[in-house]
């Protein structure tokens, strides 16, 4: 028997003569398949075992100061053509010629203005007695005016009401 | 940390208690209670693959295969549990380490016999000549003992998967029949039964076979 005869004291079945010798049969059969490991078993299955409990190492891999002068020189034309094409766009949008007149918010309020004018002709048009006819003619003849001096660099575009912008 | 528990590969049933420093240790990765575990328990794992096996490679492998996956897991479950207590999958609890290093190294030796087997190739005779007590026809052999293990060897061949297991898990493994019953699920009176079985079946065979030796049998009829 090889151990727990005490653990199962109160199962005495297998304690037969005829089965302890079997028993013990199996005990040196089990023993001789013990026996038989290979003595560097263990080693071997310690370096298996070590590979796993061991901490996997960062890879770290130096820095090669040679690795540049390998790169394709197609690469470093087409990156300095990326460089050179930002900068130019960079530059060309910093300049003050790049943006718009018409854009500007000195226009935007004159137009405003000339758009609230038009809509008081109209209003005046509408309840015409025939008496307003000759100041909507001269009117017309003021707002040609400005259409025209509205493209010019000189026209004060602030000054429009106070001029002779009057009806 | 000292460990002192014995390195007799022969030692049986070790104490949980002493064990169980052993076993957190060798979850943080400690290689001295590695070598500690592979002194208690490698010869164990490989007599029980052998065993079954007949096949000295291939009990080699799953010895190293047991350990290997025994340590992935140990480690595993440290990883999982912020106390660095040993309790995720596998490995449940401190104390339980035998039933579960056994049922794994049993799990892979069945794995291996049904592979084997849908294969069917018949085992060659030279193939239990080596196995049964490494034997050369030499004096070993003439001996009146080494032939009783040789034919108890073969007679194991004849018994069921189940009572082999526990024969198997009993002397090769060298478990209480607690541990034992921890191992299968099975309680401790039916493997008790199970066990007085196949002594039985074994002494049978043996009888029977006592005017010549049997043959050996084919793989794939067990």
């Known amino acids: 028997m090889i151990n727990d005869s005490q653990e199962h004291n109160n199962f005495r079945i297998n304690h037969d003569p005829e089965h302890a010798e079997m028993e013990s049969l199996l005990d040196l059969l089990a023993q001789q398949d013990r026996d038989a490991m290979p003595t560097t078993l263990e080693s071997r299955v310690m370096d298996e075992v070590s590979k796993v409990i061991a901490p996997t190492p960062i890879a770290f891999t130096p820095i090669d100061i040679t690795r540049g002068e390998s790169q394709p020189w197609s690469m470093r034309i087409a990156a300095a053509a990326v460089l050179a094409i930002g900068t130019t766009l960079v530059i060309v949008s910093a300049q003050p010629w790049a943006t718009s007149p018409a854009s500007s918010p000195e226009h935007e309020i004159t137009v405003a203005s000339l758009s609230s004018h038009l809509d008081e002709y109209f209003s005046l048009e509408s309840v015409d007695d025939g008496q307003i006819t000759e100041a909507i003619t001269d009117w017309e003849i003021w707002a040609q005016s400005i259409d025209t001096d509205l493209y010019t660099d000189n026209f004060d575009y602030t000054d429009i009401l106070s001029d002779d912008g009057e009806l | ?222």
């Open chain 2, 1 to 222: 940390m000292v460990l002192s528990l014995s390195m007799n590969p022969s030692t049986p049933n070790t104490d949980p208690d002493d064990l169980g420093p052993i076993i957190a240790l060798a979850a943080d990765g400690d290689e001295s209670a590695w070598e500690q575990l592979l002194g208690l328990y490698s010869r164990r794992v490989f007599a029980m693959a052998r065993s079954r096996l007949h096949d000295d490679e291939l009990a080699e492998e799953i010895t190293q295969s047991v350990f290997v996956t025994v340590a992935t897991k140990l480690i595993q479950s440290t990883q999982s549990t912020s106390d660095g207590a040993v309790s995720a999958s596998g490995y449940i609890e401190q104390g339980r380490f035998e039933p579960w290093l056994f049922r794994i190294t049993m799990n892979r030796v069945r794995d291996l016999c049904r592979k084997r087997s849908r294969h069917a190739k018949p085992m060659a005779p030279e193939h239990f000549a080596q196995v049964e007590g490494d034997s050369e026809p030499d004096v070993h052999q003439q001996d009146d003992q080494q032939s009783k293990l040789d034919a108890l060897r073969k007679a194991m061949e004849q018994l069921s998967e189940s009572d082999r297991e526990i024969i198997e898990l009993r002397h090769h493994g060298q478990m209480s029949f607690k541990q034992i019953a921890e191992t299968t699920g099975d309680p401790i009176g039916t493997l008790l039964a199970r066990h007085h079985r196949a002594l039985k079946k074994l002494r049978s065979i043996l009888e029977s076979s006592q005017p010549t030796h049997p043959q050996p049998k084919v793989r794939g009829e067990q």
